[in-house]
């Protein structure tokens, strides 16, 4: 397949920080990667070091839960969309 063609069919996870190479996981490794990741962020920088932008072009459920994810679970208000430009 040509360069942009091919299309990921499981998630990768980067091993050895990074200049890591890419390689296959399940979907609970790279979700509780992800998750790690954030818990990582707001335990070193706080809360407010996390932001998240939203899409006008989503539904109203999934935004209300974008924006629902990041006060409660995150402790942030740093949200922003699309919707207000």
Request: hydrophobic share 35%; glycine share 12%.
């Amino acid at each position: 397949m040509g360069e942009g063609t091919a299309r990921l069919t499981r998630p990768l996870v980067r091993e050895g920080g990074r200049g890591g190479t890419l390689r296959p996981a399940s979907w609970d490794e790279a979700l509780d990667r992800a998750a790690e990741g954030f818990r990582r962020a707001v335990e070193r920088h706080g809360p407010t070091s996390f932001g998240l932008f939203s899409c006008s072009k989503a539904t109203n459920e999934l935004n209300f839960m974008t924006q629902k994810f990041a006060r409660v679970v995150i402790g942030s208000n740093n949200i922003d969309s699309c919707n207000r430009t």
